[in-house]
T-cell receptor, first 114, second 114 residues
Framework: DAKTTQPTSMDCAEGRAANLPCNHS???????VYWYRQIHSQGPQYIIH???NNETNEMASLIITEDRKSSTLILPHATLRDTAVYYC???????????????FGKGTKLSVIP | NAGVTQTPKFQVLKTGQSMTLQCAQD?????MSWYRQDPGMGLRLIHY???????DQGEVPNGYNVSRSTTEDFPLRLLSAAPSQTSVYFC?????????????FGPGTRLLVL
């Protein structure tokens, strides 16, 4: 699986959009970009994923550059409850029974400030 | 649905003691797995199961045993606890194995081995 690089930490004012970048310059053609988050002391939570088109769901939007070497997770109206560590993961969508193994990097600690 | 539940939430063991971390899910998911998360590191897969009666090793299986006698339960056993097993343990389940966006995590068990 391709490696990812994320900033260690970011701050965002409550109510503003939070834009979390991720670099994945070695991504392969069949690898997706997944985003998870982990709120303090809780299990990881899936947010969104995409291959090359921009994606949006009820939680967030995912913008992937045309060369797929980087992406940005956008939380449109950040709330205090969005304070968490956000992980960007690049991997194939499915590759067998053990393929739901998740390898998290260090992620970005997002602090939403009142 | 309760989702994925884990017990206990916290546990302190002495070196050499044994214990079982419990994990249960009420979503009729075929796939279940155990991860450990250490400070500054991502999740690492310990063991996983693709259905009742079937288990397999993940990235860091040494020192841990699992069994899957029912669809609902997937206990993790530490036969002789060591300080290196101090960690936060997460159980996860998935209905369609390998699909990261459908993997649900439990709240975690914090284990301290003295």
């Amino acid at each position: 699986d391709a490696k990812t690089t994320q900033p260690t930490s970011m701050d965002c004012a409550e109510g503003r959009a939070a834009n979390l970048p991720c670099n994945h310059s070695t991504i392969s053609g069949n690898e997706y970009v997944y985003w998870y988050r982990q709120i303090h002391s809780q299990g990881p939570q899936y947010i969104i994923h995409g291959l090359k088109n921009n994606e949006t769901n009820e939680m967030a939007s995912l913008i992937i550059t045309e060369d797929r070497k980087s992406s940005t997770l956008i939380l449109p109206h950040a709330t205090l409850r969005d304070t968490a560590v956000y992980y960007c993961i690049v991997r194939v969508a499915y590759s067998g029974a053990g393929s739901y193994q998740l390898t998290f990097g260090k992620g970005t600690k997002l602090s939403v400030i009142p | 649905n309760a989702g994925v539940t884990q017990t206990p939430k916290f546990q302190v063991l002495k070196t050499g003691q044994s214990m079982t971390l419990q994990c249960a899910q009420d979503m009729n998911h075929e796939y279940m797995s155990w991860y450990r998360q250490d400070p500054g590191m991502g999740l690492r897969l310990i063991h996983y199961s693709v259905g009742a009666g079937i288990t397999d090793q993940g990235e860091v299986p040494n020192g841990y045993n699992v069994s899957r006698s029912t669809t609902e339960d997937f206990p993790l056993r530490l036969l002789s606890a060591a300080p290196s097993q101090t960690s936060v343990y997460f159980c996860a389940s998935s209905p369609t194995g390998g699909r990261l966006e459908t993997q649900y995590f439990g709240p975690g068990t914090r284990l301290l081995v003295l």
